[in-house]
Nanobody
Framework: QLQLVESGGGLVQPGGSLRLSCAAS????????IGWFRQAPGKEREGVSC????????YYTDSVKGRFTISRDNAKNTVYLQMNSLKPEDTAVYYC??????????????????WGQGTQVTVSS
């Protein structure tokens, strides 16, 4: 069993930045990908960004390209999501997940063998 714990959410003004962390309870095998997903009220969950533990390859949904950066620290069993130039439409609960699929498939299909409990991100003035 792999437990994932998100942190770093909060309230930020438009144009601001936040860094989310996804800490795993144990070593993440290199055949896993880790992804960040978000769900806004009344909307379906969407894949934001995913990263391969083995080679660091990444996937970003179009709406966050150039603003968000996903990274991993394998020694700390932690994946980060640096979010810059935040917009009100980025407001959502952000979840991290671990899956054995590829980064693109995981993000597009919403796959996840393990999920965290979520952290709220609110972008508002």
């Amino acid at each position: 069993q792999l437990q994932l714990v998100e942190s770093g959410g909060g309230l930020v003004q438009p144009g601001g930045s936040l860094r989310l962390s996804c800490a795993a309870s144990a070593f993440i095998p290199d055949y896993y990908s880790i992804g960040w997903f978000r769900q806004a009220p009344g909307k379906e969950r969407e894949g934001v960004s995913c990263v391969s533990i083995s080679d660091g390859s990444t996937y970003y949904t179009d709406s966050v390209k150039g603003r968000f950066t996903i990274s991993r620290d394998n020694a700390k069993n932690t994946v980060y999501l640096q979010m810059n130039s935040l917009k009100p439409e980025d407001t959502a609960v952000y979840y991290c997940a671990a899956d054995q699929g590829t980064v693109k498939a995981m993000c597009i299909m919403g796959w996840g063998d393990y999920w965290g409990q979520g952290t709220q991100v609110t972008v508002s003035s």
